[in-house]
C-alpha cells in the first residue's frame, strides 16, 4: 500500500470514528485517480461492486458538473458547503449526507474560504445493486423512488444519517476481516443505506434555508430531457418556457455553472455512453443520444471523455 492509499484510508477509519486501526489494504481510490473517467466503472466491474473512500482538499476542487452511472452516498464529517444537484441547492452541516442516485448531474456548489472539502463516498453499481435479490424487496423499485421524491439529502440530526454512519463503520470493518457470510452482510448493508434513504426521502422535514430549488432551471432541464434526440436550442427553450433567451442564458450559467448548449452536449455524451455499455451499433448510439452526424458525436464525445467512442467500447470489454 503506497503513502497516498494507506493515509486514505486511515484517514476513512478515523472519519467514521473507528477506534482501531490496522494497516490492512481496503478499497481505496488513491487520490491522484478520484475523478478519473474508468476508475469507477473499472472497480464495479472487476470487483464487488461497491467502494469506498475518504477524500479532502485543503483548497475548494475544480469540480465540474457530473453524473455516474452508479450510486453515490456522500458523508461529510466536518465541512459545511452548498451543493449542487439538477435544479436544487442543499445548504448542507458537517454530518450531513448526501445520496445522489445515478443518472442526476451534481457538482459543489459553494464552500467558505479557508475550509477543507472532506468527504467520505459510498459508491455502489446499479448493477451490483439490482441484483440483490431478497423475498418481497425489489431495490431497483426503490431507487426510483428516490429519484422520484428528489429529497437527496439525509441532515446530521436524523435517525437514518445516524443509521447509515453506522452502516459505514461496519463495512470498513467488516471488509477489513474474515467474517463467516461475509459478502452476505456487505450487501445486506448496501441494502440497508438504499432503504434508509427511501425511508427518508418519504417522511423528508427540513429547516427552512436548507434547500433552494430554481423553478425555472428545472423546466429547462425538463425540456432538454423531453426533447434530448430533437434538436434543442437556446432559443427552442426560450419559446416553450416564454422567458427571454438571455434571462434564461444568464440564469442556467449562474446556476448550472455552464451554458445550455454545453450542458446538451454533456447529456447527450452522458446517453452515448449508456447506450455503448449496452453494446449497441455507433451509428445507433450517434442517433438516439441526439447528435445530428457522427462526426459531431466524434468530437463531442472525445472532447469530454478524452477517448473516442470506438476506444471507450474497447475499454469496457477489457474491464
Not at 434530448?228 to 444568464?250: D, G, M, R
Not at 455499455?277 to 441526439?290: A, D, F, H, R, T
Amino acid at each position: 500500500m503506497d503513502n497516498n492509499q494507506q493515509y486514505a484510508t486511515v484517514r476513512l477509519l478515523d472519519c467514521l470514528d473507528v477506534s482501531s486501526i490496522e494497516e490492512e489494504s481496503f478499497p481505496v481510490f488513491e487520490n491522484e485517480n478520484y475523478g478519473k473517467e474508468f476508475c469507477p466503472e473499472q472497480f464495479f466491474r472487476t470487483n464487488i461492486g461497491w467502494n469506498i473512500y475518504y477524500a479532502d482538499d485543503p483548497q475548494f476542487p475544480n469540480i465540474h458538473l457530473h453524473m455516474h452511472n452508479f450510486i453515490e452516498v456522500i458523508y461529510f464529517p466536518d465541512t459545511e458547503l452548498e451543493y449542487l444537484i439538477e435544479s436544487k441547492i442543499y445548504r448542507l452541516n458537517a454530518g450531513d449526507i448526501l445520496f445522489i442516485p445515478n443518472g442526476f448531474f451534481h457538482r459543489p456548489y459553494s464552500i467558505p474560504d479557508n475550509a477543507t472539502y472532506s468527504r467520505v463516498v459510498l459508491s455502489m453499481s446499479c448493477e451490483f445493486l439490482s441484483s440483490i435479490n431478497y423475498s418481497g424487496l425489489d431495490l431497483s423499485g426503490c431507487l426510483k423512488t428516490i429519484s422520484e421524491e428528489q429529497h437527496f439529502l439525509l441532515p446530521c440530526f436524523s435517525p437514518e444519517n445516524k443509521f447509515i454512519r453506522l452502516i459505514l463503520q461496519q463495512m470498513v470493518l467488516v471488509s477489513r476481516d474474515t467474517y463467516v457470510g461475509n459478502s452476505f452482510l456487505l450487501e445486506s448493508f448496501c441494502a440497508q443505506i438504499v432503504l434508509y434513504t427511501l425511508h427518508s426521502s418519504q417522511s423528508a422535514s427540513l429547516p427552512d434555508g436548507r434547500t433552494s430549488k430554481n423553478r425555472l432551471i428545472r423546466t429547462a432541464l425538463d425540456y432538454i430531457s423531453e426533447h434530448i434526440c430533437q434538436p434543442v436550442t437556446l432559443e427552442s427553450i426560450a419559446k416553450s418556457l416564454f422567458v427571454s433567451k438571455y434571462h434564461l442564458s444568464h440564469a442556467f450559467k449562474k446556476h448550472m455553472g455552464l451554458s445550455i448548449h454545453q450542458y446538451i452536449i454533456l447529456k447527450r455524451v452522458e446517453i452515448a455512453k449508456s447506450l455503448i455499455q449496452e453494446n449497441k451499433p455507433m451509428n445507433i448510439v450517434c442517433l438516439e443520444s441526439g447528435f445530428n452526424n457522427y462526426s459531431n458525436f466524434f468530437k463531442a464525445f472525445k472532447s469530454i471523455t478524452g477517448v473516442s467512442p470506438s476506444d471507450y467500447a474497447n475499454e469496457l470489454t477489457h474491464l
